[in-house]
Structures are given as C-alpha cells and as structure tokens.
C-alpha cells in the first residue's frame, strides 16, 4: 500500500510541476513575428513576407549557412522600390539588418515583400528571420 501511495505521489508531483512550468514558460512566437523560414535547393531562391501597416520599423537576421557567399536583396512588391541591393553575406556568416540602421526612420512601406537570396553558381542554404513593429526602438 506505502508503494502506490508513493508511486501516485511522485506522479501527481510530476504532473502539478510540468504544469506549472508550462503554464511559467515565456511564449516562442511573437505577434510582431514577419518571417521565420529555412530557404534554399538552388542558386535562387525568393522568400516573400509582409509588412502590416502601421509597423514598417523592420529587423531582419539572415544566416548563409553554405560554404560560399550570397547576396540578397529585398523589394516591395507593390512599388518595386529596393531596400537591400547585393548584400554580400560571407560563407556561414550572419548578418543583422534594421530598417532604422539603413536610414529608413520613417520605416519600410506597409505591404508584401520578396527577399531574394542569390548563390551565383552555387545552390543557396539560408535562414531569415525578421520581425516589424510600430515603434523603432523595439527592434
């Protein structure tokens, strides 16, 4: 009898403490959340995001996970007005780019988005993951 009541014990604690950290564990994904994906499979690949209005201040982190370098460049689709032109990003390098930084204070158009990653004669490997928001310093 000493065993099951041990045994329901160590159970309950087990269930009352997933529980509780579940329910104490800060949320994953972000309502100012742009893009999260894993991009490649040829030497050009085109991601498309959007940006809603209101929230054009934008930061976006992208990783070149191939052994040779990329460049990316990223357009409104609706204007066809370039924000990024050839960012050259070096083999398994990382690189960080804020709208504020760029010298767009007023923030990016409100709208869709494509993100082009070229590998010239190699297939691209890339990730991006971005984020908007209304307000420059939240970035």
């Not at 689709?77 to 990382?94: C, D, Q, R």
């Not at 869709?112 to 971005?130: A, P």
């Amino acid at each position: 009898m000493k065993k099951r009541i041990f045994l329901f014990s160590i159970l309950s604690l087990a269930i009352v403490t997933t529980v509780g950290a579940a329910s104490a564990s800060p949320s994953t994904t972000s309502n100012n959340s742009i893009i999260n994906q894993r991009s490649g499979g040829s030497a050009t690949v085109r991601e498309s995001f959007s940006v809603p209005k209101g929230w054009g201040h934008v930061k976006l982190c992208m990783k070149n996970h191939s052994d040779h370098p990329v460049k990316v460049s990223l357009t409104h689709s609706g204007s066809n007005k370039t924000y990024i032109e050839s960012l050259v990003i070096a083999p398994h390098g990382t690189v960080t780019w804020k709208s504020t930084d760029q010298g767009f204070s007023n923030g990016l158009r409100s709208g869709d988005y494509i993100l082009q990653w070229r590998g010239s004669d190699y297939k691209v490997d890339g990730e991006t993951w971005g984020i908007a928001d209304s307000q420059p310093r939240n970035l």
